[in-house]
């Protein structure tokens, strides 16, 4: 995650991180992302069903019907584990995770266990009563994805109405004081929406948003050419820098984050330098903290049946199960190839990414697209929409 907010508008500052020590078992939830021990916030899909068929659903999702691979008690364990191991965060995913009966109980044990709990939603479960009872287990956040205007998100989620009912879900979220923002996954079919976003965030009081830029999984395999080219993502960050500036100088500050392409952090802080090099270096110096991608480091995935991935996106690479061996013992093990490479990524990827400066604070992207697209693990990633010039310069990271 780049934190635009907290980078441009300079929402975060270094100190912030260092006066927590960033240990991340300490650190506020908004400065995870620059804690030092890098203890993975875990995605858990706990179930593949959904009550829609989205277009770019990553997990590929199926409908209601049906049962799911892990039950109550074995999440229970997971969760146990985790807990054990220190990981700071569940997040609760799908699938749709409203379809599981249990997600309360799960999410009341995991806060319990002195885990974060949060959930990724399309919203058009959540009632009043729901929304009452997450907020009562502790539950701190949820994530609802919106893809646009009515008609284009309807369009996304193949379901006629599915713009209103999410909309709902955030109000009795809000009226329940649940903590509740946006998930916004960027491509050519909207685009052009996201200053409708802004102004949704704006008028509803929301007061979190998250661009995710489009990973080439699940049926978003299919949308390969859907992703915005380069100029037009850097047009869009460009506008996402400004539009998150109007709020924060109009005394409406929202949390604005990107998500899934790590060039945009160079791209922050290279607008910086034009307009603030003092806080450049600012900028400079908490994007080393953030490392870029993260991978199979500071973020994992459980699938719904088990298997354990880099993240949520990757799920050709499954490294364990944890029906058989705890997350904690699977991602610590050495022996684990490309578990193990991921960990220290800089000196094995090739193309673009072995010469550009920025390696340390990008951390070589995703490399699901890079293998997406070229088959390989280590190549360049695609969407990275910097320059040659841009990546080659020398002198001015110091």
């Known amino acids: 995650m780049i934190g635009i907010s907290k980078l441009y508008c300079g929402q975060a500052e270094a100190s912030d991180a260092l006066r927590y020590g960033r240990d991340s078992a300490k650190l506020p939830s908004h400065l995870l992302q620059f804690s030092e021990d890098k203890k993975p916030v875990v995605v858990w899909n706990m179930t ?9 659903c990553y997990a590929g999702a199926l409908d209601t019907r049906g049962t799911d691979a892990v039950s109550t008690a074995q999440g229970k364990e997971i969760i146990d584990d985790l807990a054990v191991y220190g990981a700071p965060v569940m997040l609760f995913s799908g699938g749709e995770p409203l379809v599981r009966e249990d997600l309360v109980e799960l999410a009341a044990y995991a806060t319990s266990r002195g885990m974060r709990a949060v959930i990724s939603s399309n919203g058009t479960l959540i009632s009043r009563e729901k929304a009452k009872e997450l907020k009562q287990v502790g539950l701190s956040y949820v994530g609802v994805s919106i893809d646009g205007g009515e008609k284009t998100h309807d369009r996304f989620r193949r379901c006629a109405g599915a713009f209103a009912k999410a909309l709902k879900g955030i109000e009795n979220c809000q009226e329940e004081g649940l903590k509740v923002g946006l998930r916004f996954t960027i491509n050519r079919g909207n685009a052009a929406e996201v200053p409708l976003l802004f102004d949704l965030i704006r008028e509803r009081d929301i007061p979190r948003i998250c661009f995710y830029h489009l990973v080439y999984a699940g049926r978003g395999s299919e949308l390969i050419r859907e992703d915005t080219d380069h100029a037009a993502t850097r047009a869009l960050l460009d506008l996402i820098m400004d539009r998150t500036r109007a709020l924060f100088d109009e005394g409406r500050p929202r949390e604005v984050l990107t998500v899934d392409n790590h060039a945009d952090g ?11 090099p003092v806080r450049a270096k600012e900028v400079l110096r908490l994007l080393r903290f953030n490392e870029g991608n993260n991978s199979g480091r500071g973020i994992g995935c459980i699938s719904w049946d088990g298997q354990v991935h880099a993240d949520q996106f990757w799920r050709n690479h499954s490294f364990g199960n944890v029906l058989e061996r705890p997350f904690s013992s699977i991602w610590d ?3 684990i190839e490309l578990l193990a490479a991921l960990k220290n990524k ?5 193309g673009r990414c072995a010469r550009c400066r920025f390696l340390d604070v990008c951390g070589g ?13 280590w190549a360049e990633d695609p969407a990275c929409y910097l320059s040659d010039a841009e990546i080659e310069a020398r002198g001015d990271l110091e």
């Not at 593949?48 to 770019?56: A, D, F, K, W």
């Open 48 to 56: 593949r069903r959904c009550n829609l068929r989205c277009v770019h």
């Open 346 to 350: 800089k000196g094995r990827v090739r």
């Open 333 to 335: 093990d050495p022996d």
């Open 365 to 377: 992207n995703f490399r699901a697209r890079a293998e997406a697209v070229y088959g390989d693990v």
């Open 266 to 276: 160079p791209y922050v802080w290279l607008r910086l330098g034009r307009e603030d």
